[in-house]
């Protein structure tokens, strides 16, 4: 009875085990023109944003695209972030027009949303943190206690946002724009630092207990830091002016090394899927397992 229940069990699990195995190399969105800009997986499906329209899109893996997020006040949804712990997913708020237009200031907003029901908590103004600057609220990353952090592109600050909404600047500092152009992907260490892509030139660590103590990153080469990942053993993937690097540190990020790279990538954010990286592209619309 034993044998015969542990082979059923077994039996049960391969179907699983198998599925997990034959992820795909490529998903192509069913819908053209929505421009995603983030990528995360909440273990069925991939979440896509949208630059053009807000909406946030569960994407499946023939392609097939329905909306998952849906608010009014999305103008245009950038970085998308999944808190595991508490079940939320997080949505930078921004208006992608703000370049085009010499009179709009841009938005910095942070939409939070329960992942599970989709239901909307809370729509964070932070622009009015920084009145006196341009913005565009870019990507975000969370710490093991909920706060929320997210760059702005345009405004030399980086935001904080307690699990409760509360709203702050964590950092401003004139060294957070170069050229014009600010923050951009981020993510947060377990040690307590942020590693952060500034002006798509440079890498800068911060820590969370004294953030105007920043330090630059010396890299082995010119990282142009968009969409990052920090794996569990440590390793930074970027997604970088059309390759995925891997950067790996000997010395808790005050240098660190490219220790691989995946070429033509025209991607713009990269998330975990299991063990596997998976890159969005926005022009093609489509998402893309990563082989390094």
């Keep these: 009875m034993k044998t015969t229940f542990l082979l059923a069990l077994s039996l049960l699990f391969i179907p699983i085990l198998a599925a997990e195995e034959n992820?795909?190399?490529?998903?192509?969105?069913?819908?053209?023109?929505?421009?995603?800009?983030?990528?995360?997986?909440?273990?069925?499906?991939?979440?896509?944003?949208?630059?053009?329209?807000?909406?946030?899109f569960a994407v499946a893996d023939d392609?097939?695209?329905?909306?998952?997020?849906?608010?009014?006040?999305?103008?245009?949804?950038?970085?998308?972030?999944?808190?595991?712990?508490?079940?939320?997913?997080?949505?930078?708020?921004a208006d992608a027009t703000v370049s085009l237009e010499s009179e709009n200031s841009g938005v910095a907003m942070l939409g939070i949303y329960d992942l599970e029901t989709?239901?909307?908590?809370?729509?964070?103004?932070?622009?009015?943190?920084?009145?006196?600057?341009?913005?565009?609220?870019?990507?975000?990353?969370?710490?093991?206690?909920?706060?929320?952090?997210?760059?702005?592109?345009?405004?030399?600050?980086?935001?904080?946002?307690?699990?409760?909404?509360?709203?702050?600047?964590?950092?401003?500092?004139?060294?957070?724009?170069i050229d014009g152009f600010g923050g951009n992907g981020i993510v947060y260490h377990p040690d307590g630092y942020l590693l952060v892509g500034i002006s798509g030139v440079e890498l800068y660590k911060i820590p969370l207990d004294d953030?105007?103590?920043?330090?630059?990153?010396?890299?082995?080469?010119?990282?142009?830091?968009?969409?990052?990942l920090l794996s569990d053993d440590g390793t930074l993937f970027v997604a970088s002016q059309g390759s995925i690097l891997a950067l790996q540190s000997d010395d808790d990020w005050h240098s660190a090394e490219v220790i691989e790279r995946a070429r033509r990538h025209p991607a713009t954010t990269i998330a975990f899927r299991g063990d596997e990286i998976y890159a969005v592209y926005p022009e093609s619309h489509e998402i893309v397992r990563v082989d390094f």
Excluded at 38 to 51: K, V
Excluded at 128 to 140: E, Q, R
Excluded at 153 to 161: C, D, F, Q, T
């Design 211 to 228: 953030p105007q103590n920043w330090t630059l990153i010396e890299t082995s080469e010119v990282i142009s830091a968009d969409g990052m």
């Design 23 to 56: 992820l795909p190399d490529r998903i192509r969105a069913e819908r053209r023109d929505f421009l995603p800009e983030g990528i995360e997986y909440d273990g069925e499906q991939f979440l896509l944003s949208s630059m053009a329209e807000g909406t946030v």
């Design 118 to 177: 989709r239901e909307r908590l809370q729509m964070v103004d932070l622009d009015d943190l920084a009145p006196d600057d341009k913005h565009f609220a870019n990507d975000l990353t969370v710490d093991d206690e909920g706060n929320a952090y997210v760059t702005d592109s345009l405004a030399p600050v980086i935001y904080k946002v307690t699990p409760d909404g509360e709203a702050s600047i964590f950092l401003e500092d004139d060294g957070l724009l």
């Design 63 to 93: 392609g097939t695209l329905t909306p998952f997020i849906e608010d009014s006040d999305l103008i245009a949804s950038i970085g998308l972030e999944i808190d595991e712990a508490s079940k939320r997913l997080l949505v930078v708020n």
